[in-house]
């Protein structure tokens, strides 16, 4: 399990009650759809999440990770990615 801040938790709650009042019988399992998805099970192009976000979802992942990098290499594989990925975020190799 992964704590998420309170704010976070208060953005994805919102979230998830307006994605159920939009779309409360889709078969949809991503996080994000859209009025195109709600009706399939395939995902939100990765160009709507961006215009959603106001930032690319890759930056974001690639934040997040800074963050968890802690030196905790195993945590961070656990959480995020794989092992020679962690070991360059933490400045242990040059992968």
């Given at each position: 399990?992964?704590?998420?801040?309170?704010?976070?938790?208060?953005r994805l709650v919102a979230w998830l009650d307006e994605r159920h009042r939009r779309w409360p019988r889709t078969a949809n399992p991503h996080l994000f759809i859209?009025?195109?998805?709600?009706?399939?099970?395939?995902?939100?192009?990765?160009?709507?999440?961006n215009a959603?976000?106001?930032?690319?979802?890759?930056?974001?992942?690639?934040?997040?990770?800074?963050?968890?990098?802690?030196?905790?290499?195993?945590r961070i594989c656990d959480l995020f990615i794989t092992v020679e990925t962690a070991l360059r975020y933490v400045g242990l190799h040059d992968a």
């Open positions: 399990m992964i704590a998420l801040a309170a704010a976070v938790r208060t859209n009025t195109d998805t709600a009706v399939l099970t395939t995902s939100v192009s990765a160009f709507w999440v959603k976000l106001g930032i690319s979802a890759q930056t974001l992942v690639e934040g997040r990770v800074l963050d968890e990098a802690t030196g905790d290499v195993r």
